[in-house]
Nanobody
Framework: QVQLVESGGGLVQAGGSLRLSCAASGRTSSNSAMGWFRQAPGKEREFVATISWSGGSTVYADSVKGRLTISRDNAKNTVYLQMNSLKPEDTAVYYC???????????WGQGTQVTVSS
């Protein structure tokens, strides 16, 4: 089992920035890829970004490329999502995930709300 705890969400104006954090504990060695999904009101959960254990492999959704950056600190078992140039359409609950590869996340946190006002 892997436990994930997100933090850093909040309310920000369009064009602003936020940094989300996700701390992992438990069986992180076999679930070393981490990433972020999001779910807006009335919509399905959608992929945002993932990162491999080494950080050498990252995958982004086209909608966030150039604005959102995923990174990690393995000494802290923490993954980050730096969000710049935020838009109202980025408003969603952001969920942190962990799994065996950047294409498969099996464990999820409780989510953190991000609201971008226009």
């Amino acid at each position: 089992q892997v436990q994930l705890v997100e933090s850093g969400g909040g309310l920000v104006q369009a064009g602003g920035s936020l940094r989300l954090s996700c701390a992992a504990s438990g069986r992180t060695s076999s679930n070393s890829a981490m990433g972020w999904f999001r779910q807006a009101p009335g919509k399905e959960r959608e992929f945002v970004a993932t990162i491999s254990w080494s950080g050498g492999s990252t995958v982004y959704a086209d909608s966030v490329k150039g604005r959102l950056t995923i990174s990690r600190d393995n000494a802290k078992n923490t993954v980050y999502l730096q969000m710049n140039s935020l838009k109202p359409e980025d408003t969603a609950v952001y969920y942190c995930g962990a799994g065996p590869t950047v294409y498969r996340l099996d464990y999820w946190g409780q989510g953190t709300q991000v609201t971008v006002s226009s």
